[in-house]
């Protein structure tokens, strides 16, 4: 008779890891809302991840590991914070990052506002 014994040792990669994208907002301006879309594409695949929620001006992704490309655009409504008597502003916005890693658990990505 024979005995044959084998671990239960399991091989397990961890592919997944979740991305803060913060946009950097200049500090001269009080935000009081952004909305728009924030898209990520993998370089290797060119799969492309996007999100429209925003929490102030972080949006969050569950994505693959791996490398990115980034782009943003919307609107921002704020206020200028040297200005007293400042009323609310519409501006729309623009974001981009050619390469960006997201390797990290979890990656916090920075990019700065483009006012257009």
């Not at 060119?46 to 943003?72: C, E, H, I, P, V």
């Amino acid at each position: 008779m024979v005995v044959a014994m084998t671990g239960c040792h399991e091989d397990h990669e961890d592919y997944d890891t979740t991305a803060a994208v913060n946009i950097v907002i200049p500090d001269s301006i009080k935000l009081e809302k952004m909305q728009g879309t924030v898209t990520l594409r993998n370089l290797s695949n060119g799969y492309k991840y996007a999100s429209s929620t925003f929490n102030l001006s972080t949006t969050n992704f569950q994505l693959l590991r791996g490398a990115y490309s980034l782009d943003a655009e919307g609107t921002l409504v704020f206020t200028n914070k040297n200005d007293k008597n400042a009323s609310l502003q519409i501006r729309y916005f623009r974001a981009t990052l050619d390469y960006v890693e997201i390797t990290q658990h979890p990656t916090i990505v920075l990019t700065r506002l483009i006012l257009m």
